[in-house]
């Protein structure tokens, strides 16, 4: 019985250790059985992601008199859009509705979204013309302004 326990233990890892044995039974040391192997890459330091916001805007429902003037507020009205869209994410958004049953039957159904809070330093990426009557506005914030807006808001 005592030889079947020492074949047992012929094979595997030296008692102790965690080297691998060698074929007559010796240790390996662990900086020589790991000898080619990478060494791990250092741990970055994690990256906020930028955040962006896109608007829209048409042109025909600007009140403008001439056509340029029309095309300057869409794209403002599509900044706008953008901006609230930043505002959106950094500082949340407050959801309300009401409904109105009679005899079990829907009657009326209203919700509403209400955004509050304050932006600095958005940057805008790109103001594309959409079709022949639009403006689509992107705007970002860098990952440092939005550590500031979030130290800001707590």
Do not use: W
Request: proline residues 7%; contains cysteine.
């Amino acid at each position: 019985m005592a030889a079947a326990l020492l074949s047992g233990c012929a094979a595997g890892t030296a008692p102790g250790t965690d080297a691998p044995l060698a074929g007559n039974d010796a240790p390996i040391p662990i900086a020589a059985a790991m000898e080619g192997t990478p060494a791990p890459a250092p741990m970055a330091a994690p990256v906020m992601p930028k955040l962006s916001g896109r608007g829209f805007a048409q042109v025909a429902g600007q009140p403008g008199q001439t056509v340029n003037e029309r095309r300057l507020l869409a794209m403002r009205a599509a900044r706008l859009d953008a901006l609230r869209d930043l505002t959106e994410q950094v500082h949340g958004i407050r959801i309300s509705s009401d409904s109105y049953l009679r005899d079990a039957v829907l009657r009326n159904d209203t919700v509403a979204a209400h955004v509050q809070g304050s932006l600095r330093a958005a940057r805008t990426v790109s103001i594309e013309p959409r079709g022949d009557d639009g403006y689509a506005v992107l705007l970002e914030l860098d990952e440092a302004t939005l550590a500031q807006v979030l130290r800001a808001a707590r």
